[in-house]
């Protein structure tokens, strides 16, 4: 994996993506810190699919029902 500063990063980011694109890591430093990461996107993952999940979870009738007097003060502590 690749580290460059912030400068390097907006002075060569072209560079950078272009090893991006063929599958290697850069770490941003913001001094010695890292702050971010440009990692490649995964192609050959499938999108996910709506409704894959369906009827496999279940949310309580009382859901919304207003909280107890007791659990709204534990907030107010």
Known sequence: MQTVTIHEAKTHL???LRKVADGEEVLILRGKVPIAKIVPLNPDQAPRRLGLDKGNSWIAP???APLPE???RAFER
């Open 70 to 72: 007791e659990v709204l």
């Open 14 to 16: 072209s560079r950078l």
């Open 62 to 64: 009382h859901f919304d």
